[in-house]
């Protein structure tokens, strides 16, 4: 079963809104083994909806249309749908009647326009909506089926979830849902990564994808299919291959990696942070349960308090905050007055002017450790704007701590 | 000129990602009066993204067409582009050099898969991309134009910005933008915000829309219009009824107002944060030129940092570390360590968990300056999630510090 997705709203074009159904929609059906063929936008518009429907059902068995069934003037959904069938609106008495008993039962009003809310395609069933008034359609067209949701987050999930997915499963033959696992891979290009797997390309099975999604300092290899086993062993073999690389598996980000490295070791870790200021520390303390192995960090933006709050040396600092011995000092400093096993700094020139002399990019990032007698500093040059900057510097800083930790990936355990 | 997107691959109909992308288009090329008129998601599949493209070429004049220019295997919109075009790839001799200068540059080896980067549909110009490797293409079809260009969201926006607004703009005949104008909200609801708002609402002119954007902790009242002039007078309106509530205007975010008002007056700020985890400080530094105002943070997440790096009194934490006179107390200590004008404090419940017999959503919020004996606090219970809480702590505690800095919005000064 194909199934396309058509979203309708100005808004979603004008880029006032995020098309976050879309991705929901797509993630519940893949779940269901029923993935999306096809996603479409389209405005406030009855010719320009019907003719992406049409489009939508050549590629497509079923459509979810989603927005544009509200009761006020730029809600032309439910025409656009009739057009496209070649049938009239007609008003559905009971759908009205349950307009009139909604604003009843509440003691309110009854605005007139509410009520084009019960015109529905000649042929169109009504789907129950149990969260709000816009009732949701299912019209049947020949072999073909389309499905109108409100646009409502809220509404059209529970429509979805009781109305559309046990159908699309049913006439799908029952579920086979496409799996997804992946291999997280920081700080190393996305050529590389691919290069270092293009052995396995020639052996994929069919039906099973292997994928790349690169965003800055992380790319995910992502292996799709259907079968369980096959997916398990792929993995395994990618993770052979890319060794220590690998900073995490599925939805394990790299902070949780390395949180979970350190309560292995019933061990603790504070940061020390100057052009990150604060990311660092939040991107641990989003994982849930943080407070088990993150005690805290410094945010010394100036040079000033780097002094102050982490003993750096003045004479050290008086040649520039950007520097290797500084960035050590930090993860030492934070490490003795948090009192933590570990400490992790960052220092350097985000942008989007110089500073000390060094261009933007110019980072050091250091790990602090209970063993080794000096801190490892990683020296960086890293390319983009102030924010990506920060964001490959909190990276790289963490991979730095997770590979000093030893080896990070469940693999042996997920083996069984 | 009406522009359509065409957005490749399957994360996007996984739902593994958010097509973000099409929003920011639709919001640029609105605002250079140029707006979206079709959106499509489609697979890593060169025979539907050629169908896609041109069905969005029977109702476009130009499309956008967005990811899949990647090195790797599912890189397939180059292949795509020149089957729709009807013509062969060709190795482009100057892409390809410059790939190998690329890696010759950063004293790299080239992975040899890199160069199908260089491979384009015979006719189709490269459009320079000066953040990564994979050019974009720009191909003249008859009297419409499509442009390729990388779905990585910095490469892309510097792309469409350089190449593809100026030639759209040209080919529309001149600008006649869409304007936005906005004023922020922190901490009041929307029904409210727009409770207040609706005398405004009758006296709409033709084509002037007000609008209004939720997300957790702020509103965005949007005016939308042509005449600059019109949508001033109404945004002055509004900004008079909502008084000190208003947190900003237009593009300047909560933080970058804090700053500003911080620097007018040469004053600056420390951060002392528990729950929220660096995120304050995080947002702080997110503004360019923060250094101005902002020196620095603690982040004492377990309450023995809050002792020793704080000096919030042992016998004030016995009884828990959520509770206002800690907030205070950290705000104070920190403002003493850091030795700057001002002090911002945040402690409480992020959830999952209960914490000190609170539930998830206590949160208290405190700001110490140099005029009042004892710090300000504000007491929160706030719904939602983890990150949810962290980060409406994070915006309450900044509204706090912007109140107690007196008069934000710029209104006065724009209304010359």
Same mark, same amino acid.
Not at 129 to 141: E, S
Not at 161 to 182: F, M, R
């Given at each position: ?13 004008? /880029? ?13 059906? *893949? &779940? $269901? !083994? %029923? =993935? +999306?063929? @096809? ?28 927005? /544009? ?13 009739? *057009? &496209? $069938? !070649? %049938? =009239? +609106?007609? @008003? ?325």
């Amino acid at each position: 079963v194909r199934v396309a997705v058509v979203a309708v709203g100005d808004e979603l074009l004008l /880029g006032h809104v995020v098309n976050q159904n879309l991705a929901w929609i797509g993630r519940t059906l *893949a &779940a $269901a !083994g %029923v =993935p +999306l063929v @096809r996603g479409v936008e389209v405005p406030d518009d009855v010719d320009a909806i019907r003719s992406v429907l049409l489009q939508a059902l050549s590629a497509a068995d079923a459509v979810v249309l989603t927005g /544009g069934l509200g009761p006020t003037s730029d809600d032309v959904t439910r025409a656009a749908l009739a *057009a &496209a $069938a !070649g %049938v =009239p +609106l007609r @008003r559905d008495r009971e759908l009205a009647a349950a307009l009139a008993d909604w604003y009843a039962d509440r003691g309110l009003r009854m605005p007139p326009g509410v009520l084009v809310q019960a015109d529905v395609p000649d042929g169109a069933r009504p789907l129950p909506n149990p969260v709000g008034t816009a009732a949701g359609l299912r019209l049947q067209m020949a072999d073909q089926v389309v499905y109108a949701l409100p646009g409502v987050p809220a509404e059209l999930r529970q429509m979805v979830e009781t109305s559309v997915v046990p159908e699309l499963v049913a006439a799908a033959g029952g579920p086979a849902p496409v799996l997804t696992t992946q291999l997280r891979v920081a700080v190393m290009g996305e050529s590389l990564v691919a290069e270092h797997l293009s052995a396995l390309e020639p052996d994929l099975p069919d039906g099973v994808h292997l994928s790349y999604l690169a965003s800055p300092g992380e790319v995910l290899v992502r292996l799709t299919g259907r079968d369980p086993r096959v997916l398990a062993g792929l993995r395994e073999r990618a993770a052979a291959v890319l060794g220590e690389a690998v900073s995490g598996l599925d939805e394990e980000t790299l902070p949780a990696t390395v949180l979970r490295l350190l309560s292995g070791r019933g061990e603790t870790v504070a940061a020390a942070e100057s052009l990150t200021g604060g990311a660092l520390a939040a991107a641990l303390v989003d994982v849930p349960g943080a407070s088990s192995a993150f005690v805290g960090a410094v945010v010394a933006y100036s040079s000033e308090l780097k002094e102050r709050l982490l003993d750096v040396p003045p004479a050290l600092l008086a040649g520039g905050a950007v520097h290797p011995d500084v960035a050590g000092a930090m993860a030492a400093g934070v490490r003795r007055r948090a009192g933590s096993t570990w400490g992790v700094a960052t220092t350097g020139v985000a942008g989007p002017d110089h500073q000390d002399g060094q261009p933007p990019g110019t980072v050091f990032v250091a790990v602090a450790g209970p063993r080794a007698d000096q801190p490892t500093v990683r020296a960086l040059t890293l390319r983009g704007d102030r924010a990506v900057v920060r964001s490959l510097s909190v990276t790289h800083a963490l991979d730095l701590l997770r590979r000093s930790l030893g080896a990070v990936a469940r693999i042996p355990e997920q083996r069984t």
